[in-house]
């Protein structure tokens, strides 16, 4: 959770495991690669995503556990609602 995060590139990732099961969270893309392999409570590192995109990650262990990362190039951020709207605060004008 959450099943989609929007952050800002150069930004680094946690992906802490909160259940009694061993996960491995992968994403395999050119554009950035990784593999936390089979791991319980919080893997050594944060994950840095360095390049503006969207990428799918998954895992090994339960094929239906599917999150989704969309990273952009600006500080203005920010996820939609339940209902599909967002507002942005403190715009330069």
Do not use: W
């Not at 800002?8 to 990732?13: I, L, M, P």
């Not at 992906?15 to 969270?25: G, L, M, T």
């Amino acid at each position: 959770m959450p099943r989609v995060t929007v952050i800002q590139a150069g930004c680094s990732v946690s992906f802490p495991n909160k259940d009694s099961a061993r996960h491995h969270v992968y994403l395999f893309s050119p554009a950035k690669m990784f593999n936390l392999k089979f791991y319980a409570n919080v893997p050594t590192a944060p994950v840095l995503f360095d390049q503006a995109v969207t990428k799918v990650l998954g895992c090994n262990i339960d094929e239906q556990m599917l999150a989704f990362i969309h990273i952009v190039d600006t500080p203005y951020i920010a996820k939609t609602d339940a209902s599909g709207k967002v507002k942005l605060m403190n715009l330069p004008s």
